[in-house]
């Protein structure tokens, strides 16, 4: 009976922020950018549609800075759909139900209680809730890049008899590399995993990955382009204290969690079937930690953290339910408040949602369209801040703010050669937001000197040439 009521509840908070997370597929039906990658990947994905190659030339002011997968499967869904951006917003919600069913899979395979697995599935949805407006029902390859790892996850997790199996979670590892490749914990630890177990298996899988790669280099190289690597590596400033504010954040909310994991991963790690998660965890956070500092990185660095820790609070979940269906009232009550107090802090912050109410987001949506249409009758060149924008008014994609900026910071671009260029006034329209942000000095006091505001809406700020 006290674990009934135990899981019964644990099933009300689900449903609850079930709901919440459902505001995620609201907010995607409304055509206003939800975050600045949306118009970056949207420019790149209409390339793939048409034929550009991705890599062709090396990157000067823009840069592919992707891998290229992710990018033609949304121009393939966008053809069907006539939208590329809410084809990407389609996969990436797709994608993270499926990262979070893949929990379950994996903890239902590793523990065989079907219980531990619903509860790893809704711990996976809870912890990413606080930080969802970012990247889920968002045009962004990073839930699609997960949800490929994780595939390979269950796979591998099945895979202890099969060849054929092993070899598909392999395959989709390298797959999911080749939509983001700054995802390396769960395909590091799987491989050490089968190499603590198997040297012939671990033979297997090398094989298996250099020759999945290296058909995915050929292709990229034939479809895309030659440059992909100068792409991947292009420069960004690296920030120390913007690791550690980062990584704060994810220490504070997800604490007990790591204490409860790393009790697992020394005690009870050997004993299962899920020993790789006591690799992946680690490997994650050490990962994390260091990409954390990277210009334009945020909490996104240790989601592979947080869905080990998922996994193991299940699993730990799995043990509690073993003790209480045999142990005291005591110790049922124990083992039971400890998944509890370890979750707490996430579960609590699931209820946080940053997505705006539907009369915002509407009121949004009617001033981007006003953008947009004022932005279509500025004929000539634009930059913009808002790349989606941009591209719905049909502008070609000259000036990367972010790409720029980072080659300004790092010595790789002259900032003059961008104030000369607004001083000879090449573009027609600057739209800005209200910090006009990623301009330096230099560049700014060029646009400050030439350009004039012509039009200020509450999302924008558009600037043209003095006359």
């Keep these: 009976m006290r674990l009934s009521f135990s899981l019964l509840l644990l099933s009300l908070f689900a449903v609850l922020i079930g709901i919440r997370a459902c505001t995620l597929g609201v907010r995607a039906t409304y055509h206003h950018a939800a975050s600045y990658n949306e118009g970056w990947n949207t420019y790149y994905s209409h390339y793939a549609a048409v034929g550009h190659p991705l890599y062709g030339t090396k990157p000067q002011r823009l840069a592919t800075n992707y891998p290229p997968i992710s990018f033609h499967l949304e121009a393939a869904l966008g053809r069907l759909l006539g939208d590329l951006n809410f084809a990407g917003r389609i996969i990436s919600i797709v994608a993270f139900i499926w990262v979070a069913t893949c929990t379950g899979f994996t903890v239902r395979l590793a523990t065989g209680e079907s219980w531990a697995a619903i509860s790893a599935t809704f711990f996976c949805v809870a912890w990413f809730s606080p930080f969802a407006p970012y990247n889920i029902g968002v045009n962004d390859p990073q839930m699609l890049a997960h949800a490929l790892m994780l595939t390979g996850v269950v796979l591998y997790a099945a895979s202890e008899r099969s060849t054929p199996i092993l070899v598909a979670s392999c395959v989709f590892f390298c797959i999911g590399g080749f939509t983001k490749h700054s995802l390396l914990a769960f395909p590091l630890a799987v491989t050490l995993d089968i190499l603590w177990r198997s040297r012939l298996r671990f033979a297997f899988w090398i094989g298996t990955a250099a020759v999945t790669l290296t058909l995915l280099a050929l292709l990229t190289l034939w479809v895309d382009g030659p440059y992909l690597l100068e792409h991947l590596l292009s420069p960004r400033r690296y920030l120390p204290s913007r690791a550690l504010f980062i990584s704060s954040i994810f220490f504070r909310i997800y604490l007990p969690g790591l204490v409860l994991s790393t009790i697992w991963c020394l005690t009870a790690a050997r004993r299962s079937r899920a020993r790789f998660l006591a690799l992946a965890l680690p490997i994650s956070l050490l990962v994390g930690v260091a990409f954390a500092g990277g210009s334009g990185v945020s909490v996104n660095v240790l989601y592979d953290a947080w869905i080990a820790i998922a996994m193991i609070a299940a699993m730990v979940l799995a043990d509690a339910i073993a003790i209480a269906r045999k142990g005291s ?131 924008s700020v558009f600037y043209v040439p003095l006359p």
């Design 329 to 459: 009232l005591r110790t049922s009550a124990v083992a039971i408040v400890a998944v509890a107090i370890a979750s707490a802090v996430p579960i609590l912050a699931g209820f946080y949602s940053a997505v705006p109410p539907r009369a915002v987001l509407a009121q949004e949506d009617r001033v981007y369209a006003q953008d947009v249409a004022y932005l279509k009758n500025r004929p000539g060149p634009a930059i913009c801040f808002d790349l989606l924008l941009c591209y719905e008014a049909g502008k070609p994609l000259f000036y990367e703010p972010f790409a720029t900026g980072e080659r300004i910071a790092t010595g790789r671009l002259d900032p003059n050669v961008i104030a000369s260029e607004l001083a000879n006034l090449k573009y027609s329209v600057i739209q800005t937001d209200q910090g006009v942000t990623y301009f330096p000095p230099t560049v700014l006091d060029a646009l400050n000197s030439h350009y004039r505001i012509d039009r200020q809406s509450a999302l």
